[in-house]
T-cell receptor
Framework: GAVVSQHPSWVICKSGTSVKIECRSL??????MFWYRQFPKQSLMLMAT?????????EQGVEKDKFLINHASLTLSTLTVTSAHPEDSSFYIC?????????????FGDGTRLSIL | GENVEQHPSTLSVQEGDSAVIKCTYS??????FPWYKQELGKRPQLIID?????GEKKDQRIAVTLNKTAKHFSLHITETQPEDSAVYFC?????????FGTGTRLQVFP
């Protein structure tokens, strides 16, 4: 149980392209999902908290107009990297919790490796 | 906000030995402390977690201890095996989000 699916797993695209990443909870409802970015050999840095039916909460320093988050249903959150540039290249990973808050196990997707040329 | 420090950054042990990874946190209000194992290019996987009303928790070869007064918690792996080799992250819950430590790369040599 508690499976989180993330797509796509790999994206290679040209600078200036917008990229959408999907995060789905397959066997549970997730009112809250989290989006992280991980650079090579570094830790997971929380970008934003995605709340179903409301606006996402962004961490300090994360541009909300560049990283658009939509959480339209209890099983799907999307992250769109708008006008991506090489510095946006990273490993993006989502997580969801059955607890409704972060105070409980978070289940991660497989991540999306984004490479901007 | 919460800040989590993790040590060591790398740890090499011989198969069969024990491994200990330590984390400290800053926010005394944090009350949930999970540990994740991440293999290269893969998702972090929860291996054990502990809540602030518990001092120790064990699951087979893995145990976690929590000292609320000192604000630190530790992961203990006994009888290490080569398949334990991975990056381990601790985390602390700051009310509505997890703050991760910087990670420990564990290498278990056969």
């Amino acid at each position: 149980g508690a499976v989180v699916s993330q797509h796509p797993s790999w994206v290679i695209c040209k600078s200036g392209t917008s990229v959408k990443i999907e995060c789905r909870s397959l066997d549970f409802q997730a009112t809250t999902m989290f989006w992280y970015r991980q650079f090579p050999k570094q830790s997971l840095m929380l970008m934003a908290t995605s709340n179903e039916g409301s606006k996402a909460t962004y961490e300090q320093g994360v541009e909300k107009d560049k990283f658009l988050i939509n959480h339209a249903s209890l099983t799907l959150s999307t992250l769109t990297v708008t006008s991506a540039h090489p510095e946006d290249s990273s490993f993006y990973i989502c997580s969801a919790t059955t607890a409704g808050t972060a105070i409980g196990p978070q289940h991660f997707g497989d991540g999306t490796r984004l490479s901007i040329l | 906000g919460e800040n989590v420090e993790q040590h060591p950054s790398t740890l090499s042990v011989q198969e069969g030995d024990s491994a200990v990874i330590k984390c400290t946190y800053s926010d005394s209000a944090s009350n949930y402390f999970p540990w994740y194992k991440q293999e290269l290019g893969k998702r972090p996987q929860l291996i054990i977690d502990i809540r602030s009303n518990v001092g120790e928790k064990k699951d087979q070869r893995i145990a976690v201890t929590l000292n609320k007064t000192a604000k630190h918690f530790s992961l203990h792996i006994t009888e290490t095996q080569p398949e334990d080799s991975a990056v381990y992250f601790c985390a602390a819950s700051d009310t509505d989000k997890l703050i991760f430590g910087t990670g420990t790369r564990l290498q278990v040599f056969p």
